[in-house]
C-alpha cells in the first residue's frame, strides 16, 4: 500500500475530486498509484504527477514556509509584486507611484487587467441588478479594481495597509472611502457588506495571510454577499507546467482547487468562474503585448468555460457567503 502525501506537499487531492493519487509503497518513492472513481489504476512517476496532475501544487517542499522563496513567473507577476519581506503586508509599501505605469508595462499583466474589469463590468450588473449597497474593496491597492466596481455601489470603502498605494487610489477615486488598515489585525468597524473583491492578493499572499484575511472577509461580507476575488498566480496553467516540464522554475503555489477550497473552508460557496487566458499555453506568448480586439475576445470566450479554470493562468471566482 502506498503512502499518501499530507494536505501541503507535492499532491493535493481536494475534497470530493474524482482522482486519487498515492506515493511510495510497492512502487518506491518515486513511483505513485493513480486511482480513478471506477476502480481503475495506473502507476504513474511523481515526477509526472507533480507536474501535471491538477491536485497538485507543483511547489517545492518547504516553499510554502519562507514567501522569499515564492519569486515569480516572468509571465504572470511583475516586478510591482515581488516580494521583499516575508509578511505581504509589507510589500507595496513604497510602491504606489509605480505600481500601475508597472502594471501597464507588463504584456500579460495588461492583458489580465484589461479582461478583468471587462468581466467585472459584466459579472456585478448581473447579480445587482439593482445595485450594491455596501461594497468593500480589500488590498484595493491604487483602487484598479475599486474604479471599475465602486459605479455600480451607492457606497463603497477601500482598505489597504500601504499608505503610497492608498495616496493614487484616492485620486483616482475621489467618492470613495479609502482606510489604511490592516482588516486581520481587527479594530476595524466598518459594518457589513453585500460585496467584496480583492483581487492580485491571494496568488502573492503568504499561506498564513491568505487564511487571516479570508477569515475576516467572512466576518464582514453578509450572509448570501458577494466575495469575488482572482488567482493570477496559478501554478497549474498550462503555460506553467510546460514551462516546468521544459525545466524552468515553478514557484507560485496557488492552485484553482487550493483557492476553491480555502474559499470553502471559510464558509464562501463557489458560485462562478471565469478563467482568463487559458489559450495562453506557452510562457513566451505572455510577453507579447496584445490589443484586445474581436478576435481575442472570441478566442476568450471559446477558453473561458470554468472547467479550463484549473489550467488558467488567471481566473475569477464568484463566491457566495454561506447564509
Ligand atoms: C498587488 S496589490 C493589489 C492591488 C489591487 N487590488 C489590484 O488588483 O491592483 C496587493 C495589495 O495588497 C495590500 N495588502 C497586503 N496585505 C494587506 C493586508 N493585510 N490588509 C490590507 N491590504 C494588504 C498591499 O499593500 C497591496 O497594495
Redesign the pocket.
Known sequence: MGIRMDDDGWFKPAPGDRTRGETGGLLGPSWSWLTTKSGMFTPVSTAFLAAFSPWSDCRPPGSHLNPLLKGHSPSTMNN??SPEST???????H??RN??GN?AADPFDSYM?DL?RRHLQRIVPRIFPAGVERYL??????????HTVAPYARQAFG????PS??LEARKRCPDVQFIE?????GGLHLGTFDLA?????FG??QPA?RV??LK?LADVVKPAGYLII?NHRNPQSLASLLHRATGGKMEMDLSHFSMRRLLAEHGFRLVECHPIGAWLYRHKMMGHARTIDDRILRRERLFGHAALAPIAPDTILVARRVA
Open positions: 510591482t509584486e509578511d505581504y503586508r509589507q510589500s507595496h509599501v510602491r504606489g505600481y500601475d502594471l487587467s478583468e474593496d480589500f488590498a484595493c491597492g491604487t483602487a484598479r479594481i475599486t482598505v489597504d495597509v500601504s498605494m492608498l488598515a490592516d482588516l486581520t489585525q473583491t480583492a483581487f492580485r492578493f502573492n499572499a495571510l487571516q484575511v475576516a482572482n
